[in-house]
């Protein structure tokens, strides 16, 4: 029977004692890009509402966002955003059951890293 | 001797209880995310970088305000999931509980104030 050893099994996530892999790194880093977005969503929301209320609300922010260091902070969150969204897109096509071979996963994982990247020139072209 | 299949004992003891509608949810925002970032994107690299004024006419006009409240609405519940993944696998007991709150309170006051400020600047 199968429940022998029953209560008594290494509970998952169990990152500490794996040994680093493409595929789990690319995953990993899918979540901490997720996360590290709401907190560009909070600056992309307070600069709305700045807009929407007054001048000097909206001349703060403004004048962050578009400094060097706004800019930087958006470069960063533009790569983010990208990356994740090529990252969840891997899931979705993992979930229908294609590209689980381990050369196929890791090829998309260097994809996404590679792609965001490229994505982001891009996006930094256009804009 | 149990009585019970291991797929039926095995339900329930994952991070977050039950997860197979909150995933399926998660693969069909993802797709909807898949179309709404690139036009995001673009949507907000071409309004940032103006004046005030410049600002709230872009953002009056149907497209760019549109897009903006879709990816608010439909990427925060987006982020919002990932989050609550997130805290389920590494934050347990009455602190678990409370962070769950407490993000879902964080980004339902910034879709709320997001929203706010277009239909504002819109109108």
Request: aromatic share 14%; glycine share 14%; net charge neutral.
């Given at each position: 029977m199968a429940d022998v050893n029953r209560g008594n099994r290494p509970l998952s996530?169990?990152?500490?004692i794996y040994r680093p892999q493409m595929t789990s790194a690319s995953s990993i880093m899918v979540r901490i890009t997720g996360i590290s977005l709401l907190f560009f969503a909070l600056l992309v929301v307070w600069w709305l509402l700045a807009a929407a209320t007054s001048e000097t609300a909206f001349a703060f922010i403004d004048g962050l966002l578009t400094s060097w260091f706004g800019g930087l902070l958006l470069t960063l969150g533009v790569w983010a955003l990208w990356y994740h969204t090529l990252g969840r897109l891997r899931h979705v096509i993992f979930d229908f059951g294609?590209?689980?071979d381990v050369n196929v996963a890791e090829t998309l994982g260097k994809g996404m890293f590679i792609g965001a990247t490229v994505l982001t020139v891009l996006t930094l072209i256009v804009v | 001797m149990r009585y019970l299949t291991d797929r039926k004992r095995a339900r329930g003891l994952g991070a977050g209880g039950t997860g197979t509608h909150h995933h399926w949810q998660m693969m069909v925002r993802s797709m909807l995310m898949t179309v709404l970032v690139p036009l995001f994107v673009i949507t907000l690299g071409l309004g940032l970088g103006g004046t005030q004024e410049e600002v709230l006419s872009y953002f009056a006009r149907p497209f760019p305000a549109i897009i903006t409240g879709l990816t608010l609405v439909v990427g925060l519940i987006h982020l919002m999931n990932e989050a609550q993944e997130a805290i389920e696998d590494y934050v347990h007991g009455a602190a678990e509980k409370l962070t769950l709150v407490a993000v879902k309170a964080f980004c339902y006051t910034l879709m709320a104030a997001g929203l706010f400020a277009l239909v504002k600047i819109a109108l």
């Open positions: 996530p169990h990152i500490a294609y590209g689980l | -």
